[in-house]
Nanobody, 118 residues
Framework: QVQLVESGGGSEHPGGSLRLSCVAS????????MNWYRQRPGQPRELVAG????????NSADSVKDRFTISRDAAKNSVYLQMNNLKVEDTAVYYC???????????WGQGTQVTVSS
């Protein structure tokens, strides 16, 4: 059983910053990669950014590439999303996702709300 717990969501004004955190736990946990997804109101869930735990290779969506930074602490099975210059359209529920070895199963957190408004 893999559990993912997100934290750091909340409300911010446009131009502000928030930092999301996610920690994974479970027995014999081996994580291949961790991702942040978001689901905006009325929209399908979309990938925001992802990172390989061994090595740190990462990618991010074009819409956030110059504003959001994903990082990880592999020793703590944790992933972070630093969100700068927030925009109203970043308002969404943000979900942490982990892909574990050896089965490459996907696991999800419960989500954390990010609201950007003036």
């Amino acid at each position: 059983q893999v559990q993912l717990v997100e934290s750091g969501g909340g409300s911010e004004h446009p131009g502000g910053s928030l930092r999301l955190s996610c920690v994974a736990s479970g027995s014999d946990l081996k994580i291949y990669m961790m991702n942040w997804y978001r689901q905006r109101p009325g929209q399908p869930r979309e990938l925001v950014a992802g990172i390989i735990m061994n090595g740190g290779d990462s990618n991010s969506a074009d819409s956030v590439k110059d504003r959001f930074t994903i990082s990880r602490d592999a020793a703590k099975n944790s992933v972070y999303l630093q969100m700068n210059n927030l925009k109203v359209e970043d308002t969404a529920v943000y979900y942490c996702n982990a892909v574990t070895l050896p089965t490459m199963l996907s696991h999800w957190g419960q989500g954390t709300q990010v609201t950007v408004s003036s």
